[in-house]
Structure formats: structure tokens, C-alpha cells
């Protein structure tokens, strides 16, 4: 089992920074990428980042060169930078782990909330 704990949510005004973190326990060996997703009220859930255990990286559109994924192995823990935050941005965020066979791991989700 894979168990996976995030912080860093809150609220913060419109052009500013929020850094979400994500740390993994557990089966961490099984994990081949990990990512971020959020979830607006009234939309779908949209795959925001993501990054492999070879340390690829891939972001979403709406998100791509404002928002930055990293990870430290030694923590097993991921980041979401998030710089030039807009109030389109307010949702739940989700961390989760890619298991491949095993399957998907979510994390509880951190509110984010961009207002002045």
C-alpha cells in the first residue's frame, strides 16, 4: 500500500505563490509517476502536472510555465510551485501516485484559494 499526504493549501491573492507538497509512504517502490490534479466547483477534474520516477515532466496548458512539479527521492515527497496564481485557479488539489498494475493512490486534496 501506497499512502500519500499533502499540505500547502490555502489563501492567497491573485499574482501570488502557494507551494503544495506531497509526501508518499509505504510501497514508494511501486510508484512510477506522480502528479497533480485539481478539481474546480462544477468542473471535472483536470490533470494539472505530472512527473515520472525518471524525472519527466509534463503540465497542462492552463498551467505551463506557471506551475512547476518536482520531487525529492530522498523525502519521497513531490512539489507543486505555484507562481501568478489567478482566481481560476481556486479548487481542491490532488496528489496522486501511479502504481501502474496497482493502480492509482489519491491524496485527501488541499483547498486552494486565489482572492483578494
Known amino acids: 500500500q501506497v499512502q500519500l499526504v499533502e499540505s500547502g493549501g490555502g489563501l492567497v491573492q491573485p499574482g501570488g505563490s502557494l507551494r503544495l507538497s506531497c509526501a508518499a509512504s509505504?510501497?514508494?517502490?511501486?510508484?512510477?509517476?506522480m502528479g497533480w490534479y485539481r478539481q474546480a466547483p462544477g468542473k471535472q477534474r483536470e490533470l494539472l502536472a505530472r512527473i515520472t520516477s525518471g524525472g519527466s515532466r509534463d503540465y497542462a496548458d492552463s498551467v505551463k510555465g506557471r506551475f512547476s512539479i518536482s520531487r525529492d527521492n530522498a523525502k519521497n515527497t513531490v512539489y507543486l510551485q505555484m507562481n501568478s496564481l489567478k482566481p481560476e485557479d481556486t479548487a481542491v488539489y490532488y496528489c496522486?501516485?501511479?502504481?501502474?498494475?496497482?493502480?492509482?493512490?489519491w491524496g485527501q486534496g488541499t483547498q486552494v484559494t486565489v482572492s483578494s
Open positions: 496522486y501516485a501511479d502504481r501502474s498494475a496497482y493502480g492509482l493512490v
Open positions: 509505504g510501497s514508494v517502490w511501486s510508484i512510477n509517476a
